[in-house]
């Protein structure tokens, strides 16, 4: 049993890793049930637990919080949907990258509702779609814009953090740092890429692929 909770308006970020923690260590105790938790934060940039400092390119733009999640700088801010993920992940079989690659594939199959490609590649964390109406990469492919970002920490096996996807965002936020500690490639978002898609819409869409990807017995990478 998941339990979907939509937060409207903007949530204080340090409010909401103290709810998660407090939701995740009612889960382990067989207390509540899982959970997904769909909010938006004011603009601010987390630091995960790999962030170099030297990505951290204006400190003075927005807020700043360390966080005990995976990865390194990210940006949250109105128009883009973070859903926190806490979830049974021993359930799965306590393989925690095989619960990442499931939960980009969650983040794929809510992009192809808009029939927008989403894809992964090897050594970037996170989901990215092909611009080919921009200029190609030195190596002659097609550039690449990041669109969903990924960072989870795991505490008695039960999730937290979670997901982020650019729906409406100010794009020109992420300038004040190098999102996830990549240069070469940029951010877009679904309104960016020409899709009149709403918080509402996502929000649709990503409860209906979650049942795709995790109404499972086993996960997605385990061959379920």
């Known amino acids: 049993m998941v339990e979907w909770i939509t937060t409207d308006g903007l949530t204080d ?3 909401a890793e103290r709810w998660m923690e407090a939701r995740v260590a009612a889960i382990a105790a067989g207390e509540a049930d899982e959970c997904i938790w769909l909010v938006e934060h004011p603009p601010l940039y987390t630091a995960g637990t790999s962030a170099k400092a030297a990505d951290l390119t204006d400190p003075d733009r927005f807020p700043v919080f360390s966080t005990k999640r995976g990865g390194q700088y ?3 801010g109105p128009g883009q949907r ?3 993920v806490m979830l049974d992940v021993g359930k799965l079989g306590r393989d925690v990258r095989c619960f990442v690659r499931d939960l980009e594939a969650w983040v794929i199959a809510t992009l192809d509702q808009f029939n927008l490609r989403g894809e992964i590649r090897p050594g970037r964390v996170g989901v990215w779609v092909q611009r080919p ?4 990469q030195a190596d002659g492919s097609p550039a690449e814009d990041k669109i969903a970002a990924i960072g989870i920490r795991l505490r008695k096996w039960i999730s937290y953090h979670g997901i982020s996807i650019n729906v409406e965002p100010d794009l020109t936020h992420f300038g004040g740092i190098v999102p996830c500690g990549i240069t070469e490639h940029g951010v877009t978002s679904l309104v960016d890429l020409g899709l009149p898609v709403t918080m509402d819409d996502v929000d649709v869409a990503l409860r209906s692929s979650f049942d795709e990807v995790f109404a499972k017995k086993t ?3 385990a061959g379920g």
């Open 13 to 15: 970020y340090r409010e």
């Open 74 to 76: 990210t940006y949250h």
């Open 82 to 84: 973070v859903a926190y």
């Open 133 to 136: 109406e921009k200029p190609t």
């Open 219 to 221: 996960s997605v990478c």
